[in-house]
């Protein structure tokens, strides 16, 4: 007798801030903003009226400033306890941190930081474009750390567009930011990284099916979690069930599972993991175990700020040159 298949209850995405994840991740962000053109400070040539500069999440005209005054995106912050995978589809990040560290990345480009014991860094959207416009999309992922993890030293990784693996099977288009698909392997996470760990089964994959098109999502370990998010296009179907756009579906099942899209092009982002399964003690940007790791987490940032910070204000960007690059805290210096 076949086996029964399973029934899945799709729920629908926030319109604003962060989706619901599983462990082992802590949320993920999708930021889609149609930047105008750029003025000489790379902010954009527009009206800044009406907004709330410095808590600007309003999307109004298409877009928002974030934390950002001048230029958009988010000045200085501290991290501890957790990752951030940054993944860009469009548009440029610049990123300039407490130990030195400076990097420019975008079109592809994927940055892994693990905060680990605690650092401070910028995020910011440059607005290099002055005679068009400057459309800026990305993944922001937060990825936790086990406790044996979350007091390791900081790092951040570089996978270059070129360096992340694209595979098409027919009409289905997949981008592996992390974990193995029919032999294509991405590149290495940072050190101590939860993905890096033998059986956290992490992946993370952007997949993009044409109109007719038919893939199937292979089978993982039993207790893996994988959420499956529908980012934009037509309704998809997940083994005969309508999922909408900007749903999800959060599953345990270990088996195989057909995709297809039979409406129209479906656009669908994966994250996947065998939960950590350690309780999880969080406010802001600090991810501890327990709630005297989060206090000491808040007096260590007040009495060492995670390393000062080197640079003029708490929101560079690295001026007007278009070229990518990430200069590293021990001075390694690298680009596409």
């Given at each position: 007798?076949a086996?029964?298949?399973?029934?899945f209850q799709?729920r629908?995405?926030?319109?604003?801030?962060?989706?619901?994840?599983?462990?082992?991740?802590?949320?993920?962000?999708h930021?889609?903003?149609?930047y105008?053109?750029?003025?000489?400070?790379?902010g954009?040539?527009?009206?800044l009226q009406?907004?709330?500069l410095?808590?600007?999440?309003s999307?109004?005209?298409g877009w928002?400033?974030?934390?950002?005054?001048?230029?958009p995106?988010?000045?200085r912050h501290?991290?501890r306890g957790f990752?951030?995978?940054t993944?860009?589809r469009q548009?440029?990040v610049?990123?300039?941190?407490?130990?030195g560290?400076?990097?420019?990345?975008?079109?592809?480009?994927?940055?892994?930081?693990?905060?680990?014991?605690g650092i401070n860094h910028?995020e910011?959207?440059?607005?290099?474009?002055?005679?068009?416009a400057n459309p800026?999309?990305?993944?922001?992922?937060?990825?936790?750390?086990?406790?044996?993890?979350?007091r390791v030293?900081?790092?951040f990784?570089?996978?270059?567009a070129?360096s992340?693996?694209e595979?098409?099977?027919?009409?289905?288009?997949?981008?592996?930011?992390?974990g193995?698909?029919?032999?294509?392997?991405?590149?290495?996470?940072?050190?101590?990284?939860?993905?890096?760990?033998?059986?956290?089964e992490?992946?993370?994959?952007?997949?993009?099916?044409?109109?007719?098109?038919?893939?199937?999502l292979?089978?993982v370990?039993s207790g893996?979690?994988?959420?499956?998010?529908?980012v934009?296009?037509?309704?998809?179907?997940?083994?005969?069930?309508t999922?909408?756009v900007?749903?999800?579906?959060?599953?345990?099942d270990?088996r195989?599972?057909?995709l297809?899209a039979?409406e129209g092009?479906?656009d669908?982002?994966?994250?996947?993991?065998?939960?950590?399964?350690?309780?999880?003690a969080w406010?802001?940007p600090?991810?501890?175990?327990?709630?005297?790791?989060?206090?000491?987490a808040f007096?260590?940032?007040?009495?060492?700020?995670f390393?000062?910070?080197?640079?003029?204000?708490?929101?560079p960007?690295?001026?007007?040159d278009?070229?990518?690059?990430?200069?590293h805290?021990d001075?390694r210096?690298?680009?596409p």
């Amino acid at each position: 007798m076949a086996s029964r298949l399973p029934e899945f209850q799709f729920r629908a995405l926030p319109q604003q801030g962060p989706w619901p994840t599983a462990d082992p991740f802590l949320f993920c962000v999708h930021h889609l903003d149609r930047y105008p053109q750029g003025n000489e400070q790379l902010g954009p040539r527009a009206s800044l009226q009406g907004r709330d500069l410095g808590m600007d999440f309003s999307n109004k005209d298409g877009w928002s400033m974030y934390h950002g005054e001048v230029v958009p995106g988010f000045p200085r912050h501290p991290h501890r306890g957790f990752e951030t995978i940054t993944v860009v589809r469009q548009g440029l990040v610049d990123h300039a941190d407490s130990l030195g560290a400076a990097a420019r990345y975008g079109a592809g480009d994927v940055q892994w930081m693990t905060a680990g014991d605690g650092i401070n860094h910028a995020e910011m959207f440059p607005l290099l474009r002055n005679d068009e416009a400057n459309p800026t999309e990305l993944f922001q992922i937060w990825l936790n750390l086990p406790a044996s993890k979350k007091r390791v030293a900081p790092h951040f990784t570089m996978f270059w567009a070129s360096s992340v693996p694209e595979l098409s099977e027919g009409g289905a288009h997949l981008r592996l930011i992390a974990g193995e698909h029919r032999g294509a392997q991405p590149p290495s996470p940072p050190p101590d990284s939860y993905a890096s760990m033998s059986g956290s089964e992490v992946a993370i994959w952007s997949l993009v099916l044409e109109q007719g098109t038919e893939f199937t999502l292979p089978p993982v370990s039993s207790g893996v979690t994988r959420c499956l998010y529908h980012v934009g296009g037509a309704p998809s179907r997940l083994c005969g069930q309508t999922l909408p756009v900007r749903h999800f579906v959060e599953m345990s099942d270990g088996r195989s599972l057909q995709l297809s899209a039979a409406e129209g092009r479906c656009d669908l982002l994966l994250l996947q993991g065998k939960p950590i399964g350690e309780p999880v003690a969080w406010h802001g940007p600090f991810v501890m175990n327990t709630h005297a790791e989060l206090v000491q987490a808040f007096a260590d940032y007040q009495h060492t700020g995670f390393g000062g910070w080197p640079w003029p204000g708490a929101a560079p960007h690295h001026g007007p040159d278009s070229a990518r690059f990430a200069r590293h805290a021990d001075g390694r210096e690298e680009s596409p």
